[in-house]
């Protein structure tokens, strides 16, 4: 990653020092304003036209090389997420609506989420599915010139917030259970539809029960062909698994480590500074993948095995650097009270940032497809490949 990419990222830390609040730890936490400076931020990067860089002038967007996109995302996530959950609409929302739908929702849907206006959810796993993701029940039955969809939806992010819902249904029962899975794009405000927040360690926001009680919608709301619905997700999925840069996260805090401990980083035993050296190892292994995915998607193509592989790394490295970070934030303390080398401030951000990316990492091999599945995806990419 060349050319433009250290401007660009200086500009980006330049807009996150200035924009986002000192010690920011992410839009959804118990106070308020964090998501308050989060909807401005984004507002700030769209009128910057850093927002949607990658999307066609025509979108909202202006052209941007994927690698432009990539910086964004690290610098995104390395900064505990400034765009809240705006970065599922620029990742894979607005790009599925740009290759599958048609000119009138393109018209609705593209321009708010270029400007950082609308908040999108994802309504595909269910109580009964989740990796088998295929055999949910969540139907949408012909009524009139209509559809009435009955169901429920688990785990949506970001539900209680949404203005809209990238919503799985089922159809049709004919044939395999991939076919017959329906794309609708439905409005959360409607009455039809019930939000019930999960309370979890994650923090506010994060995870949701959605019910669906007849919710009313038209032809005009399928994104894509009726019963086709399955391919549109497998490229949202393939997406998705590469949207979001954890290893510049991990790398930053890993880095931070030794300016914030100061003095005491001479404290460390010797077997745990290794273990910092090696996840900083495993960082760039992750970043590494990243980029072989990201250089595919600018091809055109990522098979669902090079996603995976990528995932795999990026997961644990979120996990195993959590476990390692910990052990150092305990020293993250002045050793006794009189000590007045160390900056407070700055200790307390990095024990609280410590514990956040632990909390956070603890769903990261469960979220957007287990662990499991994920290596189950490699294994067949390597088996097809033999
Ligand atoms: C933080 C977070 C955010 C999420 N956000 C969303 C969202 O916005 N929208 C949405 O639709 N979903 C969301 N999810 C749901 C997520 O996609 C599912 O949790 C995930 O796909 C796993 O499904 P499940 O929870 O039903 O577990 P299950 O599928 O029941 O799996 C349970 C365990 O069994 C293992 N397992 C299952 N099948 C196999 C197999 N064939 N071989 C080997 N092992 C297997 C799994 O790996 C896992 O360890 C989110 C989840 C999390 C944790």
């Not at 964090?34 to 036209?49: I, P, S, T, V, Y």
């Not at 439905?186 to 009455?191: K, L, T, Y």
């Not at 959605?210 to 919710?215: I, K």
Request: hydrophobic share 40%; charged share 25%; with cysteine.
């Amino acid at each position: 990653m060349g050319g433009a990419a250290p401007e660009l990222r200086g500009e980006l830390r330049r807009l996150v020092h200035e924009h986002v609040p000192p010690h920011f730890l992410g839009a959804f936490t118990d106070d308020p304003s964090d998501l308050e400076a989060a909807q401005a931020f984004c507002r700030l990067l769209a009128d910057n036209g850093l927002l949607c860089m990658t999307w066609p002038e025509e979108f909202g967007g202006r052209g941007a090389s994927i690698w432009e996109q990539t910086v964004v995302r690290e610098e995104m996530w390395a900064h505990h997420e400034p765009r809240g959950a705006q970065y599922m609409g620029v990742n894979w929302v607005g790009p599925t609506i740009m290759r599958h739908g048609t000119a009138e929702q393109q018209d609705t849907h593209l321009p708010p989420i270029a400007r950082g206006e609308v908040i999108w959810c994802q309504g595909f796993s269910e109580p009964e599915a989740g990796s088998d993701l295929a055999s949910l029940r969540t139907a949408a039955r012909r009524d009139g010139d209509g559809w009435l969809i009955s169901g429920q939806k688990i785990w949506t992010s970001y539900a209680t917030m949404a203005q809209w819902c990238f919503l799985l249904a089922r159809t049709s029962n004919d044939g395999r259970k991939q076919q017959g899975l329906t794309v609708f794009l439905v409005p959360m405000s409607d009455p039809a539809i019930e939000v019930r927040p999960i309370r979890a360690m994650l923090g506010p926001h994060h995870l949701n029960e959605v019910f669906f009680n007849d919710l009313r919608v038209t032809d005009a709301d399928v994104l894509g062909t009726v019963d086709e619905g399955w391919k549109v997700v497998q490229e949202v999925l393939a997406y998705e698994r590469v949207g979001i840069a954890r290893y510049a996260r991990c790398e930053r805090l890993l880095q931070a480590a030794p300016s914030v401990l100061g003095a005491r980083w001479d404290d460390l035993p010797g077997e745990l500074k290794a273990r910092w050296t090696r996840m900083l190892t495993h960082c760039r292994r992750a970043r590494l993948l990243a980029y072989r995915v990201v250089s595919m998607q600018s091809g055109g193509a990522v098979q669902p095995g090079d996603a995976a592989a990528y995932r795999i790394a990026v997961t644990t490295l979120d996990q195993d650097s959590a476990e390692v970070l910990t052990e150092i934030a305990a020293y993250a303390t002045p050793p006794s009270a009189d000590t007045d080398e160390f900056d407070d401030d700055t200790a307390k951000w990095f024990r609280r940032a410590v514990e956040d990316h632990w909390r956070y990492s603890q769903a990261a091999t469960v979220a957007s497809g287990s662990i499991e599945m994920q290596r189950i995806l490699l294994a067949r990419a390597l088996l097809a490949a033999s």
